[in-house]
C-alpha cells in the first residue's frame, strides 16, 4: 500500500467519525424536543457548567472572603444572601459548581476506567481470577457507601484527590457487573463464534467485538452515576469528611446554613441544596436520551 493511499484511509476513517458524531448529535436534539425532562436536564448541566468555568467573571464576591455583612438574607446586593461568616452565598454557589462538577465527572471517569475492563475480563474469561475479583466486588458492595466512603476519607484525609479517589474506588463494582452481564449475553451469539473462527485473538475479540455491544449500560450508568458522585461528595462535606471549609462545596455549605434554619435564616442551606438537587435531577434524565444516543434500535 502507498502512502497516498493509507493516507486516504485515515482521511475516509476521520470523515466517518465525524459523520457518524453529527447524525448522533442530531438524534439527541430530536430526542431532546420531545422529551422536555431531557431537555432542562441538559440545560441545567450546561448552564453549570459554564457558570464553573466563567465563575471569576459572573460571581460578584470573592468565595472565601467575608464581606462586612453577617447572615444577611437576600437583597439586591446579596442575592442569595450571606452565611454567619459574612460570605456571599451566591459567589460559593457557583464556585462550588467547579469542585462538584469536577469530583462527578473525574470520579466517574475513574470508576468507568477500573470498572469497564474488569467487567470485560470476567465476563470474558472463566477461572480463579474471574472469581477472585467478583467476590471482591461484593466485599465492596456488602458494605453500605457512605460509611465506607466516610471511612477512607477520614483514613485518607479529607481534600479534593481523597473524595475523587474514593469515589472511583466505591462504584466501579457497578460498572464491573453491568459490563460483565452484557459480555455474559453477548458472548455466546454466533457472532462470537464466527470471529474466533476467521482466527480472532482473544484481545482483539474483546476490543472489536464486546466492547462495542457492552459499552450501552455502562454508558447510561455514567451520566447517573455523576449525580451520585455529586451526593456522596455533598453529603461527606455536610459531615466535614469531604471537601474542607472554606473551600466552597454545596454539601458543606448547607452543612454550614443548617443551624441557622432553626432561627428562619433558611437561605444559607437552601440555596446549595436547590443546586445539588438540580444537578442530581439533572444527570439522571440526561441518561435516558444517553441511552438513546449509543444505541441505534432506540432511535427515532
Known sequence: MTEANASGLILNGREREQKTMLKGLQYYWIYLKSHPDALAGTVIIIAFTLLAILAPVVAPYNPVTPTME???????????????TGLD?????IYAARIDLLVGVTGTALCMVIGIPLGLFVGYYRGFASELIMRIADLLQAFPPFVLAM?????????????ILVIGFLNSPVFLRLVRSEVLTFRER????AARCVGNRDYRIVRHYLFPNTIEAAMVQASVNVGWAILLTAGLSFIGAGIPVPTPEWGSMVGIGAPMMITGEWWAAFF???????C?????????????????????
Request: avoid cysteine.
Open 89 to 93: 452565598i451566591f459567589s460559593r454557589v
Open 272 to 278: 446549595p441544596g436547590i443546586a445539588i438537587a438540580m
Open 151 to 163: 471511612a477512607l476519607v477520614a483514613v485518607a484525609g479529607p481534600n479534593l484527590r481523597n473524595v
Open 190 to 193: 454466533p457472532v462470537m463464534e
Open 280 to 300: 442530581v435531577l439533572s444527570f439522571a434524565a440526561v441518561g435516558e436520551a444517553i441511552r438513546m444516543l449509543v444505541n441505534p434500535e432506540r432511535r427515532p
Open 70 to 84: 453577617f447572615r444577611s438574607p437576600p437583597s439586591a446586593k446579596h442575592w442569595f444572601g450571606t452565611d454567619p
